[in-house]
């Protein structure tokens, strides 16, 4: 499994948002991390970083829209569009799951197999070209 980057640490864009929430950040976070909610002890009702690890860390719930600090607000998209990932090994359509490292996800499945989303093709705005892609997420219960 490759997990699957940002294009550079500053491109990050939401497309499309169809459904989001707001939360407090429970660690560091960084825009496209993404994260669960923490159920229980400390920290509970926060968002950390997700990851398919284990069964108690694979509860995704979103991917936090922006950088943000512990103990700050952040907004968690849940169902929409977003650019800046380097998509360059992926064809059109391909299933993106969540990683094993925390706050990631690649283009296989985890120890715990999560979808996220997948490769989306988007038309390019110059007749002729190829289409652009971009990840849709669809964070379901």
Do not use: W
Not at 58 to 74: E, F, H, N
Not at 107 to 128: C, E, L, Q, R
């Amino acid at each position: 499994m490759a997990d699957i980057s940002l294009t550079t640490a500053t491109v990050f864009r939401i497309v499309e948002s169809l459904r989001q929430f707001s939360a407090v950040a429970g660690e560091d976070l960084a825009a496209g991390d993404i994260v669960r909610i923490v159920a229980a002890d400390a920290g509970a009702g926060c968002v950390v970083k997700a990851d398919a690890s284990a069964a108690g860390t694979a509860d995704a719930k979103g991917i936090v829209l922006k950088k943000a600090s512990s103990g700050m607000a952040v907004t968690v998209l849940c169902e929409g569009i977003v650019d800046g990932y380097d998509l360059t090994g992926q064809g059109y359509g391909v299933l993106l799951y969540l990683s094993d490292t925390a706050g990631a996800f690649g283009d296989a499945a985890g120890t715990t197999s999560v979808k996220i989303g997948y490769v989306m093709p988007v038309p390019n705005s110059i007749p002729g070209q190829a289409f652009d892609k971009m990840v849709y997420v669809n964070f379901t219960l």
